[in-house]
């Protein structure tokens, strides 16, 4: 009964997004129901894939639901560019790196830590270390890129050109990687059990089906009246894409990773989240640099200084926490701790 409740209180702010967009001239109530939206459509996205994902086994369910969770982040970054937003662009995608990385790791890790009775929260190590080398992969990316652009060396003017550079050696790697993540997975591991509220196959294909086509539709409603609500409130574009969207286009990581650590599934929770955060940014990010190719402003991985400094650090604290297996509350509070830095600093930029 809830579950019908929340689907149907989606579609009608979805609804309501569309008729805002439309038939007013209300930037900042469409800005501002298009973003709640935005996170509904993302916990329905997170629904769906939980239905197909529980006929496999986690590997492949927790694969799934980053890949497929990311959806309206990528429309928003797509619809971004398409007006010229690089700004915004490149905010959200590295506002969902902070956000899954930093506040929904950090709080599935006090969740699962608080179920433990010694008050730490224990998963497999390998899947962290992996992604988090991903992670560090992609991150030097932008360190070199960053210090090059502004040394001023001949290199700072091929911004562009390494940065293809870089997004094509980046999905190369994460092929690899994801070759051997989903072939690595034991054979006789059990698929997830069916749980009551999982919906039938039929109904979770056609939920997912509606959801994405309404993140495509509502992205580009929150893209076109992003600049005068944004104006309007007084908010910065780049708390917008930092904290905004990097929260409400990665619902599905909020709700579903932390629900996970919560009930004791700690391998599956750092699964979801953890995929998340490597898939970000050793897949989307760089496919989106591509991308942006058929566009008139492009993506490239030059980034504020200070964020480049906030992704290395934040890089390594999710490295140290999470890589031996092992994390204690307080380790979850440090990572929602440094999230709350880059959200403050995002709201005076």
């Given amino acids: 009964m809830r579950r019908a409740a929340f689907i149907a209180g989606t579609a009608v702010l979805v609804a309501i997004g569309g008729a805002l967009h439309y038939s007013t001239d209300q930037p900042v109530a469409t800005f501002v129901v298009c973003a709640v939206a935005l996170g509904g459509l993302a916990w329905l996205v997170g629904l769906g894939t939980e239905s197909v994902g529980s006929r496999f086994g986690p590997a492949a369910t927790g694969l799934m639901q980053s890949t497929l969770g990311n959806l309206p982040e990528l429309f928003v970054v797509l619809f971004a560019l398409s007006a010229g ?3 915004v662009a490149q905010t959200s995608i590295l506002g969902s790196l902070f956000a899954n990385g930093l506040l929904v790791l950090g709080g599935a890790i006090v969740a699962g830590s608080a179920r433990a009775a010694d008050g730490c929260m224990r998963f497999n190590p390998r899947l962290p270390n992996d992604t988090t080398v991903l992670v560090l992969l992609a991150v030097f990316a932008i360190v070199v890129l960053g210090v090059a652009d502004k040394a001023g060396g001949r290199a700072s003017h091929h911004a562009v050109e390494i940065s293809i550079v870089g997004a094509v050696v980046l999905l190369a790697i994460y092929a690899v990687w994801l070759w051997g993540y989903l072939h690595s997975e034991p ?7 069916e749980a009551p509220h999982h ?3 039929p109904q979770a294909l056609l939920l997912l089906a509606a959801a994405g086509v309404g993140a495509a539709f509502v992205s580009d409603w929150f893209v076109s009246e992003l600049d005068s609500a944004v104006h309007s409130l007084g908010i910065s574009k780049a708390f917008t894409g930092l904290v905004i969207v990097g929260i409400a286009g990665n619902a599905v990581e909020n709700f579903v990773g932390i629900s996970l650590a919560a009930k004791g599934e700690a391998d599956l929770a750092i699964s979801v989240i953890k995929n998340s955060v ?3 940014a050793a897949f989307l990010y760089p496919a989106l640099v591509l991308a942006s190719l058929a566009f008139s402003h492009r993506l490239t991985f030059v980034v504020n200084p200070v964020l480049t400094g906030a992704l290395l650090v934040a890089a390594i604290a999710v490295w140290a926490i999470g890589g031996d297996g092992r994390a204690a509350t307080f380790e979850g509070c440090a990572l929602i701790g440094l999230y709350a830095i880059v959200a403050a600093l995002a709201w005076f930029e």
């Fill in 85 to 87: 937003e690089t700004l």
């Fill in 187 to 193: 054979v006789s591991e059990p698929a997830l059990e």
């Fill in 278 to 280: 490597s898939q970000i």
């Fill in 199 to 201: 919906l039938p196959l």
